[in-house]
C-alpha cells in the first residue's frame, strides 16, 4: 500500500473518532466518504483529533518522499487517460507521464509498477512531470557505464552508415563505430556491413553528451596479438614470407603478414621505374616478400619484392654490346636527353648530341616523346656504374660525311631563310641542313644594322658556299659574294674630288648616310653639310632631301665613301650657294662665306676629318655587334685632330664618327658570330 492510501486510513480514523463523539444526535452511515469527512473537518476544525499539529506534520514527513529532478525512482500506476499516465511515486502529488511515451501503452494496468525519470518537479500547471523513455535511457545508460567501466564484450547491430563510420544498436541506444575500428584492415565497402551482428567493446563514453563510441577492431587486435608476436619472434633478415596487399599509397604498400603489416617501399616493388605502385601490384593480391629490415622496438618491418629476382645489370653483357640495336620506352625527359627503358632495371640515355646529325637539338622533346617507344644503338656499358650510351642518329648515314661534296665551296644554291640574328641570317639549304650568312656578307653596298632590314623569315635566297667546318659542323655563306664586288667600279667612279648628287637615307648624330646612284651607301660628315656649324641635323635637312656632293675620300678596303656638301658649293656660283642656303637655312652662313683662302685649306685638312666620317658610316650599323671593331677606328681619331684646328665644333664628331665607321664595315670581324652558327 502507498503512502497515499495510509493517509487516507489515517484521515478516514480521525473522522470516525469525531464521528463518536457527535454519534448520539446523528444515525450512523454505513459508508462515509474521507473527502466529505476532511471537508467537514475543514469547517468544524481538528481540535477533536487527538493529535497536535506537529504531530501530524512529521507524520506526513516520514510518510512522503524526498525527490530532486533528474532522478530515477519507482512508482505504481494510479490512472490512465486517453492523454496521460498518473503515477504515485510517494511524492505529495502524483506524477505525470506523457502517455505517448510508452510503447504499447494499452499494455499497462492501474496499480502496475513502472520506472520512471524525474524530468520536472513543477511545470506551469504545478504538475510533477515523469518521463518513462528517459527511465529506460538512464537504466541503459548505467548498463552502458558498467560495459565500459569493466572492458566487457557485447554484442551489438550495424544500423546504417553515416560520415566517418556507421551507427550501431548498443541495448537499445545508438552508439557510433567509427571506420577505422571495424577492422584491422581498411575497409573499402561499408555498405556490406550495413544489418551485420558483431562483437564491439565500449572504448569511449561522454557523459555530457551522453554519446557512446565502441570498436571491433580492438577485439581482433588483440586475437593477433600472439600470432605477430610469433611472427616478430621469427623475422630475420632475408626471410620470405607471403602476404596480402593490404593497402596501396603512392610511396609504396603495406602488406599483410598475418596479424602484422610490412611495407614494400616503390623502389623495391620492381627493379625497372615505377611511376605509382598500382602499376605492380592490386588490392587483396597475395604475393610473395622478402624482409629487408625490421625494428622490433618500433614494430616496423620493411620488404621488398624485386629482391627476389637477379639484377637485370647481372648479365646485361650476355644481351647487349657496343653497336646492337634496341628498342625501348620512352620513360624520362630532361634538358641533356632522354632515358629509354630498354627492360625492366635497365634504362639507357640519349643525349641530345647523339639525336640528330643535322639539327641542332635544344630539348629532347624536339625529338621525342614520353612513352614514345623508340629505336637506338648502344654506344657504350659501363657495367660498374650501370650506365648505358644509346644514340639515336647512328641508325642514320652522316650526312656530313658527303656534304663538302654536295655543297663544294663557292657553290651557288637556293635556301629559306629560318632564322634571323644581330649577327645574321641562318638559312636552310635542305632538311637538317642549316648555314649561316653573316651580317657583313649580305650586302656590297648596303650599311646593314640589323638582318630584319634586308630579309625576312620564310624568304628564299640565293647563298655562296663560303665554308665547312664538318668537325663542328657549320656552313658559311654569303649572300653578296653571288654577284661581283663593285667596289672595283666605284674605285674609279667615285673617286676623290668626283662631284656626284645623292638623297638623304638616314640621319645619324654625326653625319647623314646618302644613297649614291649606284646604290651604295656615302657618308657626310655633319661638318660638310654647311659652312656653319650645326647643332641639330634634323633641324635644316629631312630624309629625301637631294644634296650636291664632292667625294673627299674613297677606302676600297673599309668600303666606305665619305663625300662633303662643302667642298662641292665651293666650286659652284654664288647662286647655287643661295639657293642651298635657302633650302637649308643654317645660321651665319654669309659670316662663314666671307672667310677666304685659308677656309679653303680647310676643308683640305678636313680630308682626313672626312675620314673620321668614313668610320661614322659604321654607326649606321650600330649594329651592338660590332661595336668592338670601333676600337681599330679609334687609331684614326688622330688624323682628325689637326682639322680641330680649323673648326673644332665640327671637327670633334669628324673625328668620333670616323671611329664607328670603319668597325661596321669590317663587320668581317664576323668571325666571331659564325663560330656562334
Known sequence: MSETANLNEEVKDAVAKVDAGTSEKKPQEKFVDPFTEVSRLMEYGFGDLGIDDDSFESQIDERVKTIQEDELIKGKITNITKDEVYVDIGFKSHGVIPRAELLNAETYTIGEDVDVFVDKMEDRNGRLILSRRRADFMRIWEDIIALHDKAEITKVKILRRIKGGMVVDLLGIEAFLPGSQIDVRPVRDFDNWVGKNIDVRVVKVNHPSENVVVSHKILLEEQLSEQREAIMGKLEKGLVLEGTIKAIADFGVFVDLGGVDGLVHITDLSWGRVTHPSEIVELDQVCKVVVLDYDNDKRRISLGMKQLTAHPWDNIGEKYNEGVNVSGKVVSLTDYGAFIEIEKGVEGLIHISEMSWTQHVKHPSQIVSMGQTIEAVVLNIDKDNKKLALGMKQLEPDPWEDLMRRYPVDSHHHGVVRNLTNFGVFVELEPGVDGLIHISDLSWTKKIRHPGEFVKKGDELEVM?????????????????????????????????????????????????????????????????????????????????????????????????????????????????????????????????????????????????????????????????????????????????????????????????????????????????????
Do not use: C
Open 465 to 677: 658556299v663560303l665554308g665547312i667546318d664538318p668537325d663542328q659542323r657549320r656552313i658559311a655563306l654569303g649572300h653578296k659574294q653571288i654577284e661581283m664586288n663593285p667596289w672595283d667600279v666605284f674605285e674609279n667612279k667615285y673617286a676623290v674630288g668626283e662631284t656626284t648628287e645623292a638623297k638623304i637615307e638616314r640621319i645619324i648624330e654625326k653625319g647623314v648616310i646618302i644613297e649614291l646612284p649606284d646604290g651604295v651607301d656615302g657618308f657626310v660628315p655633319v661638318s660638310q653639310l654647311a659652312f656653319a656649324p650645326i647643332q641639330n641635323i634634323s633641324d635644316y635637312f629631312a630624309v629625301g632631301d637631294e644634296l650636291p656632293l664632292r667625294v673627299v675620300e674613297f677606302d676600297k678596303e673599309s668600303k666606305k665613301i665619305v663625300l662633303s656638301v662643302v667642298e662641292a658649293l665651293r666650286d659652284a656660283g654664288q647662286e647655287a650657294i643661295d639657293a642651298y642656303n635657302a633650302q637649308h637655312p643654317v645660321p651665319n652662313v654669309g659670316m662663314a662665306m666671307e672667310k677666304s683662302a685659308p677656309k679653303e685649306e680647310a676643308p683640305k685638312e678636313e680630308a682626313p676629318k672626312e675620314e673620321a666620317p668614313k668610320e661614322e658610316a659604321p654607326k649606321e650599323e650600330t649594329p651592338k655587334e660590332e661595336a668592338p671593331k670601333e676600337e681599330a677606328p679609334k687609331e684614326e681619331a688622330p688624323k682628325e685632330e689637326s682639322p680641330k684646328e680649323e673648326s673644332p665644333k665640327e671637327e670633334t664628331p669628324k673625328e668620333e664618327a670616323p671611329k664607328e665607321e670603319s668597325p661596321k664595315e669590317e663587320a668581317p670581324k664576323e668571325e666571331a658570330p659564325k663560330e656562334e652558327a
